[in-house]
């Protein structure tokens, strides 16, 4: 944890203040801190860089730019205590987070744009991860028939499968058009057991403890917070569901966030092990279980968990 004095020196202009009650609350860049605050690029970038030398922020590449975000625990009570009585004080802080919270949309809006623009022919064109291989050994890990929900479910390509043992799948995507081929696709195929629903990820549009198993098939990556999705799948499935998670294990082809919208660049047995932990679950089971033959040679992670059936205290 950073020196008393270090917090002090660092949080002792109100500028950076905001800067750290906008980064607690949300990852945001240069650019986006640069639209909220109404300041100069150097101006938030020397703020930042004061910042991350007391040890108060950290930030992740993503793409051409840097996300910064609050360093977790850091501070402790002195921070928490100053950030408290900075929130008071602070006329601008109301509509600094109303801001953040339409620049963060704005971010969102970018990448529902990109979905829209593949609607209809996402199946056909290629998708990182998306090999008959892996969904044959998610298909293992199904149970008897039972309701299902598809987070992420895109085009419904992947819950029409579903479909097919499932007493009743709920398909749940972001992208209007992208449902919409779903249906289509449905009534061509005469299922009628599958109900779209436009909605995120990470406040899904289902009553709680109604669902019998949760699939993340190559969509946990596109989410902003994926410990939030994973929660959210936590709060809809009844005591002793399963979820499953299919997704990209972490690589380097940084090119994935201009081609196909990625927030992340995939994620370790670890990091997905330990969200599913955190949200309650037991039983995990994660592991690699496709590679792709051609460069970048995307990898295939399958992660498998359990509901508690008593819940923890």
Do not use: C
Request: charge should be neutral; hydrophobic fraction near 45%; charged fraction near 30%.
């Amino acid at each position: 944890m950073p020196s008393i004095v270090k917090i002090l020196r660092a949080a002792a202009d109100p500028n950076r203040l905001r800067i750290l009650l906008l980064l607690k609350e949300e990852e945001l860049s240069v650019a986006e801190l640069q639209e909220i605050l109404v300041m100069g690029q150097s101006t938030i970038s020397t703020h930042l860089s004061q910042l991350k030398r007391a040890g108060l922020v950290e930030d992740r590449r993503t793409g051409k730019s840097s996300l910064y975000k609050l360093v977790s625990a850091s501070g402790g009570e002195v921070l928490d205590k100053l950030l408290a009585e900075a929130e008071r004080e602070i006329a601008a802080t109301a509509e600094d987070r109303a801001t953040a919270r339409r620049v963060v949309k704005k971010r969102q809006d970018r990448m529902r744009a990109f979905f829209d623009s593949v609607a209809g022919r996402m199946g056909r064109d290629y998708v990182p991860g998306k090999s008959w291989k892996s969904l044959a050994d998610a298909f293992l890990s199904l149970l008897p028939p039972m309701v299902i929900a598809d987070l992420g479910a895109g085009d419904g390509t992947f819950s029409l499968l579903l479909a097919q043992r499932a007493t009743r799948v709920i398909a749940v995507d972001a992208s209007e058009k992208m449902l919409e081929v779903g249906r289509q696709q449905a009534l061509r195929s005469g299922v009628k057991n599958i109900e779209f629903r436009l909605g995120d990820m990470e406040e899904v549009p289902i009553d709680d403890a109604t669902v019998d198993l949760v699939f993340f098939s190559q969509s946990l990556h596109h989410a902003a917070h994926p410990e939030r999705a994973v929660r959210e799948a936590g709060r809809i499935l009844r005591p002793g569901g399963r979820i499953v998670i299919l997704d990209l294990a972490k690589h380097r082809f940084e090119e994935a966030r201009e081609m196909y919208a990625d927030e992340w660049l995939g994620f370790t047995e670890t990091e997905v092990e330990s969200m599913l932990k955190q949200a309650g679950f037991a039983v995990v089971q994660a592991s690699v279980v496709d590679k792709e033959a051609e460069a970048p040679q995307f990898q295939t992670l399958l992660a498998v968990a359990t509901k508690s059936v008593t819940p923890e205290r």
